[in-house]
């Protein structure tokens, strides 16, 4: 197929272009680089340097693809409740402007990075697509509200989405083809990552006393590369049988925040510094995923999400900045 992944220069979508790519498809980056890399684009793949905000330019630019992966956004939950008129902007209207351009260029299936923020505090762990999806966060709300776009355009337009709502991405491509660092990482990992090389002086723990075996937060970790292989599985599956479908993506297990520093001290070598502070306000203790859906509906099991596989990857990118 001839793809348009849209924010494919940024970290996941830098990993769900390689992994189209490898399945023998014919791919197309469009970013505007606000935080996506060059580094991190394939020669063998198209580039338009674009903006989603630019509805002409948009438009021009996804005439002729078979299938677009939309994964550009903002996504900084904190700055998202701080500055909500950006979010709107960049991710509501962006969104709109890519499934008007679907519309008018005749494009019919559409993968949607949609994200484990829709569904605010849990009522139950793990969380399935049954959850209510109450979010917390502007951000969270931003990815409920195109999901439910996704639902009208399917509805009266025909066209088929996939919307992916992946848990906590990390990790690094398997083979070590993708080496473009996160730009200002709030995400664990990364965090981690940059205190081991020593980017930055300490990782602050936020919370020590939840209800949790060593008192941190427990999250659900998934790899960026099984996060790109189910994003093939999901169009293939939403081209096939002309239906649209909404599941999560996690890898089932609970880490907590000091099993992840542990293991990235003992995988580093690093003390790396860690400084307990007060919780978050809004984080909850635990947060796992059922993906049971992706599995029945696109036999899709998380196979790289262990957890020395996410910081090995993940410090194979980093050691270089040491
Ligand atoms: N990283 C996670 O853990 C996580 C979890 C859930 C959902 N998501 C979602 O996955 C998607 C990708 O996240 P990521 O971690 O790769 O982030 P990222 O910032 O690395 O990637 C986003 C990409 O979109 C591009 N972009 C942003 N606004 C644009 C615009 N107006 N026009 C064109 N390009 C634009 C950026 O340059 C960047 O390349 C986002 O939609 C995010 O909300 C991420």
Redesign the pocket.
């Known amino acids: 197929m001839k793809i348009l992944i ?8 830098s990993h769900v272009a390689r992994e189209f790519l490898d399945r023998g498809h014919s791919v197309t980056v ?7 890399l060059r580094g991190n684009l394939f020669p063998e793949a198209g580039f338009i340097h ?4 630019d509805y002409t330019g948009l438009s021009r630019a996804s005439a002729g693809f078979d299938a677009v992966v939309h ?5 900084a939950v904190g700055e998202s409740m701080v500055k909500p008129e950006k979010y709107s902007v ?1 991710n509501i209207n ?1 969104t709109v402007n890519i499934l008007n351009a679907a519309v008018e260029g005749g494009i019919k299936n559409i993968v949607f ?5 829709v569904f605010g505090q849990p009522e139950y762990i793990p969380v399935d697509e049954k959850h209510p999806a109450n979010p917390e966060s502007y ?1 969270g709300f931003t ?1 409920l509200e195109i999901e439910r776009f996704l639902g009208w355009y399917d509805k009266l337009k025909g066209i088929r989405f996939a919307a992916l709502r ?5 990790g690094y491509d398997i083979k070590g083809r993708i080496k473009g660092l ?2 200002n990482p709030a ?1 664990l990992i990364p965090v981690i990552m940059e205190a081991a090389c020593g980017m930055r002086e300490t990782v602050q723990i936020f919370g020590s006393d939840y209800d949790t075996p060593d008192g941190t937060g427990v999250r659900d970790y998934v790899h960026v590369s099984d996060l790109a292989i189910a994003h093939a599985m999901a169009l293939e599956y939403t081209s096939k049988n002309d239906k649209s479908i909404t599941v999560n993506l996690g890898s089932e297990t609970g880490i907590s925040v000091l099993e992840i520093v542990e293991a990235a001290r003992r995988i580093t070598g690093k003390p790396i510094p860690a400084t307990i502070v007060g919780r978050r306000a809004g984080d909850p203790a635990k947060l796992t995923a059922s993906s049971k859906l992706a599995h029945e509906l696109l036999n899709w099991t998380a196979k790289y999400s262990d957890l020395d596989t996410l910081i090995k990857t993940s410090w194979e990118v980093y050691k270089n900045q040491q």
């Open positions: 849209i924010g494919g220069a940024g970290y996941i979508g469009f970013d505007n680089l606000s935080s996506g674009g903006d989603i905000l994964l550009a956004a903002f996504k960049n962006g990075s949609s994200s484990a923020a951000y990815k992946y848990f906590n991405a990390a996160e730009t995400n």
